[in-house]
């Protein structure tokens, strides 16, 4: 189910908003090949309403499970937003999408977590990259691949 706020509600008083939510709802699979969401997103809000919109804020907490860029080794990388806060227009262009009255918060869950991700996720700052064995097996067939005929005529090319 998705985290949605009842307009009705937030009009007599704030809302504090607590639990989790399923990574099912924030549609973050697919994303990145090496960053996996298996974990609920832990969130702690708190939303009130202003002038023209809704003001949420809190702190959101959600751990992703991710592959190393250089050596392939899997790793937790934990996701803290804190503070997060966002404004839920209920006039204009930027309008929130509001449906029965409620407005959902989820697609503003997930931009944010989005833009957290590890652009290369690594396992630590130091890590080395694949470890020798694999490196000596990529250096063997790249050396036979340039013995072939067809990269010997290649190689006689002048640019």
């Excluded at 189910?1 to 908003?17: A, P, T, Y």
């Excluded at 690594?122 to 000596?136: E, I, N, R, S, V």
Aim: glycine content about 6%.
């Amino acid at each position: 189910m998705s985290l949605k706020i009842n307009l009705r509600h937030i009009e007599e008083k704030d809302l504090q908003l607590e639990g989790q939510l399923a990574v099912a709802e924030l549609d973050l699979e697919g994303c990145d090949e090496l960053i996996h969401a298996h974990h609920p997103l832990s969130y702690h809000l708190r939303a009130q309403k202003v002038s023209q919109g809704i003001l949420v804020q809190g702190s959101l907490q959600i751990t992703l499970d991710c592959e190393c860029s250089r050596c392939l080794k899997s790793f937790q990388f934990p996701v803290t937003l804190d503070p997060w806060v966002t404004h839920l227009a209920l006039e204009g262009p930027e309008k929130a999408a509001i449906k029965d009255d409620m407005a959902d918060l989820t697609p503003y869950l997930r931009e944010d977590i989005l833009l957290e991700f590890p652009r290369h996720p690594l396992c630590g700052p130091d890590c080395g990259g694949l470890p020798d064995q694999f490196k000596q097996n990529k250096a063997t067939v790249a050396g036979s691949t340039n013995d072939s005929p067809a990269w010997s005529e290649l190689n006689k090319l002048k640019f």
